[in-house]
Nanobody, 124 residues
Framework: HLRESGGGSVESGGSLRLSCSTSNYNHETYCLGWFRQAQGREREGVATIDHNGVTSYTDFVKGRFAIAQDNAKTTLYLQMNSLRPDDTATYYC????????????????????WGKGTLVTISS
């Protein structure tokens, strides 16, 4: 029930906005997150947001990426600016219903449901 969109190919320094259709989860606590997996590498956390709207980011995207939900809480976004070739990966959104704080969800192992991903390619 998670579906990503917005991937594509851009030049280094460019921007993309990813979207993920979610549900307005009827859970007291949850975290939504963006993760990515480059070819030959393990999946890694990028940014998360919890039920209180608190966000967390991994160091390599701080200041460049921003995670947000729409007011209806049915769409998750990832605004990506100043893109670099090493940002090339398949990006996934995921949800963790047992998560009480966004920083706890940056590890992919705890997520409950995943989308199928959207490919982002950055050329130099």
């Amino acid at each position: 029930h998670l579906r990503e969109s917005g991937g594509g190919s851009v030049e280094s320094g460019g921007s993309l906005r990813l979207s993920c259709s979610t549900s307005n989860y009827n859970h007291e606590t949850y975290c939504l997150g963006w993760f990515r997996q480059a070819q030959g590498r393990e999946r890694e956390g990028v940014a998360t947001i919890d039920h209180n709207g608190v966000t967390s980011y991994t160091d390599f995207v701080k200041g460049r990426f921003a995670i947000a939900q729409d007011n209806a809480k049915t769409t998750l976004y990832l605004q990506m600016n100043s893109l670099r070739p090493d940002d090339t990966a398949t990006y996934y959104c995921a949800v963790d219903f047992g998560c009480s704080a966004s920083y706890l969800a940056l590890e992919p192992q705890g997520m409950d449901y995943w989308g199928k991903g959207t490919l982002v390619t950055i050329s130099s």
